[in-house]
T-cell receptor
Framework: AQTVTQSQPEMSVQEAETVTLSCTYD???????LFWYKQPPSRQMILVIR??????QNATENRFSVNFQKAAKSFSLKISDSQLGDAAMYFC?????????????FGTGTSLTVIP | KAGVTQTPRYLIKTRGQQVTLSCSPI?????VSWYQQTPGQGLQFLFE???????NKGNFPGRFSGRQFSNSRSEMNVSTLELGDSALYLC????????????FGEGSRLTVL
């Protein structure tokens, strides 16, 4: 089974600074998708960014970008110009690319604090 | 377009009771997945339904069950509740294709006393 590991239970960043959240995964598959989800306190989880494994180019969404290292099975999230609203729990997730259903594997999350 | 709706949002039960949680997916989404979220464990996959059929099942005991109706609405049931079942239960819907992202509801927070 696939596993997703987030080794940083908590991180903090000064407002306007840059922070990188780490994620590694283990799989024998070649076709898959990776995601970062954000869960603000007492609010629903929303998608931050996604990466298709077959794409070499790293995904970018405004202030959010990823560093996807397929060989190393690493998928880190970089948040630039951090804002107070970025404070949340961040989950890294993996999904198989085949037609095997819609099962996602999540890491245990990283709690991000933004310091004013 | 309305998002994923879960009811009830909060509930308290005692050991041995059973509970039913409901999830209404985004209109047009045919896949509904359920996850259990507990502190330190992240999200654990319970099961996924697609067009009224269970397509995937996680590693949970048989006390956890679910179903999906023809309108894609889904319910999950937990019987003979245990203290360890206290968690946030998240429902997520998607189109069901192999490239789709998950859209989450706000969750149902279950406390078992």
């Amino acid at each position: 089974a696939q596993t997703v590991t987030q080794s940083q239970p908590e991180m903090s960043v000064q407002e306007a600074e840059t922070v990188t959240l780490s994620c590694t995964y283990d799989t024998s598959e070649s076709d898959y998708y990776l995601f970062w989800y954000k869960q603000p306190p007492s609010r629903q989880m929303i998608l931050v960014i996604r990466q298709e494994a077959y794409k070499q180019q790293n995904a970018t969404e405004n202030r959010f970008s990823v560093n996807f290292q397929k060989a190393a099975k690493s998928f880190s999230l970089k948040i630039s110009d951090s804002q107070l609203g970025d404070a949340a729990m961040y989950f890294c997730a993996y999904r198989s690319g085949g037609n095997t259903g819609n099962q996602f594997y999540f890491g245990t999350g990283t709690s991000l604090t933004v310091i004013p | 377009k309305a998002g994923v709706t879960q009811t009830p949002r909060y509930l308290i039960k005692t050991r041995g009771q059973q509970v039913t949680l409901s999830c209404s997916p985004i209109s047009g989404h045919r896949s509904v997945s359920w996850y259990q979220q507990t502190p330190g464990q992240g999200l654990q996959f319970l099961f996924e339904y697609f067009s009224e059929t269970q397509r995937n099942k996680g590693n949970f005991p048989g006390r956890f069950s679910g179903r999906q109706f023809s309108n894609s609405r889904s319910e999950m049931n937990v019987s003979t509740l245990e203290l360890g079942d206290s968690a946030l239960y998240l429902c997520a819907s998607s189109l069901g294709t192999n490239t789709g992202e998950l859209f989450f509801g706000e969750g149902s927070r279950l406390t078992v006393l």
